[in-house]
């Protein structure tokens, strides 16, 4: 743990981010529930710890600087990726995180008592069944689905001013040339991950008027 610890402050000193010490311990302990719950559940392809802290950890957590607004959804959350990570990051901010499978948020709840998380909620449910009481401020995907199919399956999440927050890899130009007439594009934004040698973006779209 002690070791984890030093490399994830090390890595999130090459970055703009600021977590406390307590944060930064959240996210160490996520990291070796993941671990010790992966060899059962398989949970992520990815098995060393130190490369979750990377692949995971600081994968979700470079898309926060960019989010807007107070209650968010994170869907096809799988092990909680981004959704604990930018919950740990916002204590004050509530995240749902949405998944189909019950062992996952099996292990979503378990991480939800252990890192005391109070503003998490784990849901098991397919998106397009999932229909809140009130829209979201962000809808979040990450590795969920193409943008067409996350919009499709996704819009009647957001609220009406609420928008969507899609992370996604290289080739998104492409995504974004299919886009369906519905909704527009805000912004785009490269993401920095320090020791990713890939490239990642942001997408954040809204609902056309």
Not at 40 to 47: D, E, V, W
Not at 61 to 78: E, H, K, N, S, W
Not at 91 to 102: N, V
């Amino acid at each position: 743990m002690a070791e984890l610890l030093t490399t994830l402050r090390k890595l999130v000193a090459q970055t703009d981010l600021y977590l406390s010490e307590s944060q930064l311990a959240q996210c160490v302990q996520y990291v070796a529930l993941l671990d010790k719950w992966n060899s059962a559940y398989n949970l992520t392809s990815i098995r060393d710890p130190q490369e979750m802290l990377i692949k995971h950890v600081l994968d979700s957590l470079v898309v926060a600087p960019y989010l807007t607004g107070q209650r968010f959804i994170d869907v096809g959350t799988g092990p909680g990726l981004p959704g604990v990570l930018l919950a740990i990051y916002y204590p004050d901010k509530d995240f749902t995180l949405l998944d189909s499978l019950g062992k996952r948020i099996r292990f979503l709840n378990q991480v939800k008592m252990q890192l005391k998380l109070q503003n998490i909620t784990p849901i098991q449910s397919r998106v397009e069944n999932h229909q809140p009481v009130l829209g979201y401020d962000g809808v979040i995907s990450r590795a969920f689905a193409s943008l067409n199919d996350m919009l499709s399956w996704c819009k009647h999440l957001p609220a009406p001013n609420g928008r969507f927050f899609a992370m996604k890899g290289a080739a998104v130009q492409e995504e974004i040339a299919a886009l369906p007439d519905f909704v527009k594009v805000d912004a785009i934004h490269n993401l920095q991950v320090p020791q990713l040698d890939a490239q990642r973006h942001l997408v954040v779209l809204s609902k056309s008027e």
